[in-house]
C-alpha cells in the first residue's frame, strides 16, 4: 500500500478527468481514496477491479466515517452483492455513483464536516 499524502484542514477535490484528481494541491494521476486523515493512490483502474481487497483501507477505518462514496468511473454501477455484503459486515455504509457526482459530494459533506471517505476510480 502506498503512503497517505497528510490531509490538513479540509480536503476539497478541484479538479477530476484527464485520468486523475487535484486535491489540495496535489496532483494524483490514476484513481485514489480520500479520507478525512489523508489521500493515497489506489490500485483499480476499472470497476471490474474492485473486490474486498481494493477498499481494505476503509474496512480497517470504518468506524471513524459516516460513509464511503464509490466513484464508478464514467457511469454509475452497483457492486455486486457479496462486496456490499462485506460493506455492511464492517458497520460501513458505502453509497455508489460515478466518479463525478461522487467528487461533487464528496466537496458537499466536507463543506458539513462530515468524516467521509471516497473511493474513486479515474475516469
Known amino acids: 500500500m502506498q503512503p497517505m ?3 490538513t484542514g479540509r480536503t476539497v477535490i478541484t479538479a477530476y478527468g484527464d485520468g486523475g484528481f487535484r486535491l489540495g494541491g496535489h496532483v494524483f494521476s490514476g484513481s485514489v481514496l480520500v479520507f ?7 490500485s483499480p483502474v476499472t470497476f471490474d477491479d474492485l473486490d474486498r481487497d481494493a477498499f481494505q483501507a ?4 470504518a468506524r471513524e466515517l459516516d460513509f464511503l462514496l464509490v466513484g464508478t468511473g464514467e457511469r454509475q454501477q452497483f457492486l455486486p ?6 460493506f ?7 453509497e455508489v455513483m460515478a466518479t463525478g457526482a461522487a467528487c461533487r459530494t464528496f466537496n458537499a459533506l466536507q463543506g458539513e ?3 467521509v471517505g471516497a473511493a474513486l476510480i479515474a475516469v
Not at 476503509?58 to 477505518?61: L, S, T
Not at 459486515?89 to 458505502?94: D, F, I, M, P, S
Open 58 to 61: 476503509a474496512f480497517e477505518r
Open 36 to 42: 478525512p486523515w489523508g489521500v493515497q493512490p489506489w
Open 5 to 7: 499524502e497528510p490531509v
Open 113 to 115: 464536516d462530515r468524516p
Open 88 to 94: 455492511r459486515e464492517a458497520g460501513l455504509t458505502v
Open 81 to 86: 452483492p457479496a462486496l456490499a455484503a462485506h
